[in-house]
């Protein structure tokens, strides 16, 4: 479907970053039918949900969660599943999806599960695997060229990298601190991938975490010899209210009272499942709000409050 003029392909997406791909290339009107992660833009909540969750999500703890995955990955089982007949019925001519992590997201091995019964004309498969900036931009294209928008694609990923180097523009020259980012909060895991890219981009420094690497697992203690200046949390997933009472449970931990960021107040959180877990279109609003928290009196867009909050709230 290299053609842009070629008939308009019905389009079904089960990863959340590329529904917003497809949103951002002004295409979300070929979707059909979406992933349980995908809420973003709202209007798509209207959509088929054709996955689920097979732990329980709502009211679990970082900890319970992380403990029934790895009770799943050990028995050798799939973490998500897919409902294969409805997805069947919509008639797909592209299902977008991912080979990176199996415990994030409906994984491309969870996807030839369900269309191994399928006979006839198949839907393509497009499967993403980024793992630093490049492959953000690259999947863009990627999923842009399989829906025949090759050009929207091209124009989205110039205002994407425009967009970045006026942040990086912004704090040039300015002194860059440590911020430890979390990326789950038990056991703490920070991250790697795009994120010491984009912290970078942003004026600081990942004490954390190889760009393209996987991320990395921390102990509280690591956290304290690296002693960060500023503490993010944007745990995979979750959104800003659903972070909080865990931070709270952590202000008795004795190492993490006595970390630099806690004694200064310079902990935030944010929105992690919004922006900091999703390589799409939104990438350049969580390195806007990584400039914003590192360097406010230059960098200020306005997230302040709605992606992120200053804790103690």
């Known amino acids: 479907m290299s053609s842009e003029s070629q008939t308009q392909p019905r389009v079904i997406s089960l990863i959340a970053s590329a529904t917003e791909i497809l949103h951002g290339l002004g295409a979300g009107n070929m979707q059909v039918a979406r992933s349980h992660e995908c809420d973003y833009p709202p209007l798509i909540l ?54 990176q992590c199996e415990v994030c997201a409906v994984s491309l091995a969870d996807v030839e599960r369900a269309l191994c019964t399928w006979t006839g004309s198949a839907a393509r498969i497009v499967s993403l695997r980024p793992h630093t900036l490049a492959d953000v931009y ?35 020259g300015r002194s860059r601190p440590k911020l430890g980012f979390v990326e789950w909060i038990e056991p703490p895991m920070s991250g790697g991938h795009w994120m010491p890219e984009i912290i970078s981009i942003a004026g600081g420094i990942s004490p954390f975490g190889v760009s393209g690497q996987n991320s990395p ?24 209210a659903t972070s909080l009472p865990e931070l709270e449970g952590l202000r008795s931990h004795a190492v993490f009272k006595t970390l630099r960021a806690v004694r200064e107040g310079r902990i935030f959180v944010a929105d992690g499942n919004a922006f900091f877990n999703r390589p799409g279109p939104r990438i350049v609003e969580s390195t806007e709000i990584l400039a914003e928290i590192m360097h406010p009196d230059v960098s200020t867009y306005g997230h302040l409050g709605e992606a992120y909050v200053v804790w103690p709230t």
Do not use: N
């Open 46 to 99: 209207d959509l088929p949900q054709l996955t689920r969750a097979k732990f329980k999500v709502h009211g679990a703890t970082s900890a319970e969660i992380d403990r029934s995955v790895k009770g799943l990955l050990e028995q050798g089982l799939a973490v998500y599943e897919v409902d294969a007949d409805r997805m069947r019925a919509l008639e797909p001519d592209v299902i977008l999806t991912q080979d």
């Open 138 to 172: 690259a999947d863009i294209e990627t999923v842009a060229d399989a829906i025949g928008r090759a050009q929207a694609g091209r124009d989205l990923v110039r205002s994407m990298q425009s967009r970045m180097a006026e942040i990086a523009a912004t704090v040039e």
């Open 217 to 240: 697992w921390v102990s509280w203690d690591d956290m304290a010899a690296a002693d960060p200046d500023i503490l993010l949390v944007a745990p995979c997933g979750y959104d800003i």
